[in-house]
């Protein structure tokens, strides 16, 4: 098994009377940005959270590189995250929040100022995160991530709140990133921009994988990856407007 | 852990307001006992009251400031969501917890120190009180080890129900209710009872240097007992982050 | 603000924590205020063994204890006499703590044996004239007290001062009865007399029972603060009263003396009264008392849960504001209801409906059943009028209540939920606990005039006299302010703490 990728293996989770996930499998291939796509409520946040250690689940295993999360002794050199932007203590500045995450892998101011540059954010490094705009708190979640030069970035919705210029750096880094022979697993409901960044697609629905394809072969078969997504989640979507298109089949 | 220690003490000394809760741990325990000591009569040098625990009375407020501080160290990450990026960064939970209660006791220790310590110069320029002798060293001593205890009590508690304000409340309902059900406590056995189980009366005992044989609880006994709450705490809160979801 | 109101009320009650805590906070009330009920010997052992109290002419509880030589009155007459002084032993005061290695204070328990010389404050001696000498029945005196002055009192609750007189010399003393009326007078010569008091004792018999006493209550040595640093330590007092040059118009035919101790076992001994007499006695000639000075409790001792219930409903009502800021929900709410202050009443009505619903509720169950478990288990309890359970029943919802508002106020202040808890629980309960415990008695005073911790005021039912030394200080259950007073600086703190988030939240951002 490759030593620098996110196996997924029959996860089983469930949170009160609903099944979060129920038999979740699939490879994130390093080398590759993986798209991971799927309606609300399918399970991605939640298979995240366990592929970090946060959540246990009830079966099945997550292993990072091989290994579970939670035995990696520095674990953001080997996995970087994004899961909430919005997760930071408001008061502390950009840098000084880089700056424990840093101390916490043993790891140097000096690469918290190269991530913050990386980032674009260096003119804001020393105000406080409490008073960042939605897309400077996701450069600065990015940041996070790359501290630790991680094989594996696992990202969750990373365009929210970005402008075109944020999209257009996130979606040339992603692709960089990949090229050095990264693992990149990438959520988002962005159909368009995720056509133009991932290599592969891992669809899922209420908690479990509907279709694990690279994109040309989506692309082949449906035309486009919205067209892919509306037709292989029509029975998997638990939250629909009345009156849409779908709804009224 | 020990970079799970470099990172909690970053975070700790980049969290605005670290320093000012300290320094008002400092403040109010000094501030409260100068205002108890200015306030206590010495008639031709023979004082009615036991001296030594008057010129600590700050130690009630500051506890209070220690809660706060104990509480926010865990609370505020998890009411911004931030712990989940600690627990990322360092999965292995009890190390962070373990992390968080040195960093705390350290701090604790600092400013418990300044506070005592100026309590004690306060109470010797405002009463007979001889600061070298060796019960008032022992009560000096203790108080610095009660507010460190306090603040283990409050980060147990912190993790275990993971709202700050709730922790609080059930921080400072545990330290002040106690004493006050055995104000009201008619039976004397009973009240007996309740000054050797509460955290706040029995830790306190510490503080006492006259009336030993009235003690429901011998000093050092006393503080132990205080120490077994914290224990309990930590312990329970060890035990939820270990099994829970973050 | 009808819709406002109902939208706060949903966000209230749809928040199971809440919802939980508050139950919670009404159980607390309820459970703690039981706990506490202890144990007492009333009734434990034997049938003699009940706690019952002598019952006085208007119906209250008295204590009717003292030393009384005595010959009968029929009609009309009149009594003089010269008290030469008073010399009394009061217990020994405790060792003191000086040093903090000597042993420190002990009580000193048991008799004034080994007492030292001195005077109780309220020590009495003089003349009375009584309805026999069953204790509680009605009477009048006028008398040298150690350190109040000539005195004139009648029926346990009134009392009259008369010219300061020191304790030690003569005074002459007279009390004449015409009728129903009895006069006091007193002389430092005897010949120039000065009235005192003229008071009717509509209970009065044609025959009553006249002649010289004495009494000294009760005496307790305050040692600094509450009970955690020195406490409060003594009892019995005794007094010896020296009469002589008796002179008495009108007795009636059974002219010989006796001497009774009113209050106690021994029955009444025959006296040859000579040129000079003394009397000696200890106890006391007035309203019965709880507190270090007397017996028992007062219903308010069921109401101790209060603090616990109290902290849970600042918790909760802290939270109803700031968990609003937590996530921004604020803005939302804002967007809804533009006119902030709006928001704010209606939270404040709310959360104080509610918390004055259940802290009544609770109230009301403790002070019932509490009440009952008290004296089921042998304690003392003394009576309360039905008027004051009322005050102590709605004086608590309203202390939640005020409470809750103050800390609902701190929330929208501070927007932090910790610190909001702890600044409410910190302003409101510390003040009282450190009055309870460790601050000697002026600053616990103070402190419980300022702070919002005055509000426990209302919750006193013990009753105050001046003729009674039962240390009207915190620690004893006397509150220095009036219950209602000491509510309203509760709502003054909470009204200003409102009006300042009120303008807070107007100007600034959300």
Redesign the interface.
Known sequence: MNQTSIVVNGLRKRFGPTLALDGMSFTVEPGQVTGFVGPNGAGKSTTMRVVLGLDAPDAGTALVGGRPYRSLPCPLRVVGSLLDAGALQPGRTARNHLLWLAHSQGLTAARVDEVLEQAGLTSVARRRAGGFSLGMRQRLGIAAAMLGDPAVLMLDEPFNGMDPEGIVWIRGFLRALAAEGRAVLLSTHLMSELQDTADHVVLVGRGRVLADRTMPELLARHGSLERAYLELTRDAVEFRAAGSPEASR | MRRALHAEWTKLRTTPGTVLLLLSVVVATVG?SI??AA???CPG??????????SL?GV??GQ??V??LA??LI??EY?TGMIHVSLAAVPRRLTVLAAKALMLTAVVTAAATAGVAGSLVAGRSLL???VT?T??LRAAFGSVLYLILVGLLALGVTTAVR???????LV??LL??F???G?????P???RHLDQIAPMTAGLAIQR??????LAISPWRGLAVLGAWAAAALLAGGLLIRLRDA | MRAVLHAEWTKLRTVR?WVV?LAVAAAAVVG?GL??????SCGRNGPRSECVLPVGPDGQEVTDHFTFVHRSLTGDGSITVRLNGLTGVLPRKPG???????????ATEGGTGDGQPGLAPWAKGGLIIKDGTRPGSTYAAIMLTGAHGVRMQHDYVHDRAGPPAPATTPRWLRLTRAGQTITGEESPDGTAWTTVGTVRLPGLPATAQVGTFATSPQFTWI????????GAMGGPSEVTATFDNLTGRDTGPDASWSRTEVGGDASPQPEQLGASWRVTGSGDIAPAVSGISGIG?TVS?TL??T??GL??V??VA??TM?AEY?RGMIRTTVAAVPRRGRILLAKATIIGAVTFGLGVLAATVVVVVGGRV?RA?G?YLHPAAPGIEVRLVVGTGLLLAGAAVLALGLGALLR???????AG??VI??P???A?????P??AKWLLRVTPAAAFAVQQSAVSYPQVDDFPIP?NGYFPLSPWAGLAVLAGWAALVLGLAGFSLRRRDV
């Not at chain 2, 040098?45 to 008057?54: E, F, L, N, Q, S």
């Not at chain 2, 709202?163 to 409340?169: F, L, N, Q, Y």
């Not at chain 3, 309870?436 to 000697?440: A, S």
């Open positions: 409260i205002l108890a306030a206590t009569d040098g023979i004082c009615a009251v036991d001296i030594t625990k008057v009375t009630q407020l209070a400031v809660a706060v509480v926010q609370g505020a009411g007979p009180l001889t002798d019960t008032v709202t700050p304000a709730t922790a609080a409340g400072l309902g002040y209710v004493p006050i059900v104000l009201a406590a008619t039976d056995d009973f009240r240097t006259t009336g030993l044989d009235d | 924590g805590a703690l706990l506490t009920g202890g144990q007492g003191l703590g000086g040093p903090p290695d000597s042993t420190g204070p002990q040692l600094g603060g509450g009970r955690g640093v020195g409790t001792q101790a849960g603090f616990a902290i849970l600042v918790v802290t939270m700031t937590r008290l288990h304690v932090r939920g910790l610190t909001a808890v702890v629980i910190v309960v510390l009282y606990l450190l309870m415990t460790v601050l000697p002026e600053p620690v």
